[in-house]
């Protein structure tokens, strides 16, 4: 559906276009995400950008879901391995 923005947005019903908000905590001094340790500056900043490219797609962060994506970007897990984790919804809790 093609919207001519913003008066056809405005027409929808609030429910239909708003998106949920979830906040996450992240700290840059103390390297944390959700309270999730991580080794580096660019390894956090890497899982947030994906952490937020997730939640953009309806994913809830959880902090075992976090893991799962810091550790895919430290190579500590693989792909397969990732995409296994996401199937057995193990980021759940």
């Known amino acids: ?7 056809e947005l405005a027409r929808l ?9 979830v906040p996450i905590t992240i700290n840059r001094e103390e390297l944390t ?3 999730v340790p991580f080794p580096d500056l660019p390894t956090l ?3 947030a950008n ?20 810091r550790d895919y970007c430290l ?7 990732m995409i296994a984790a996401a199937l057995e919804k193990a980021y759940e809790g």
């Open 45 to 47: 900043e890497g899982t």
């Open 50 to 69: 994906a952490l937020g490219s997730n939640m953009f797609e309806g994913f809830e962060p959880t902090q075992k879901g976090i893991e799962i994506i």
């Open 33 to 35: 995400i959700m309270g």
């Open 75 to 81: 190579g500590i897990l693989s792909f397969d391995q």
């Open 13 to 21: 019903p609030k429910e239909s276009y708003q998106m949920p908000y």
């Open 1 to 7: 559906m093609a919207f001519d923005f913003p008066d």
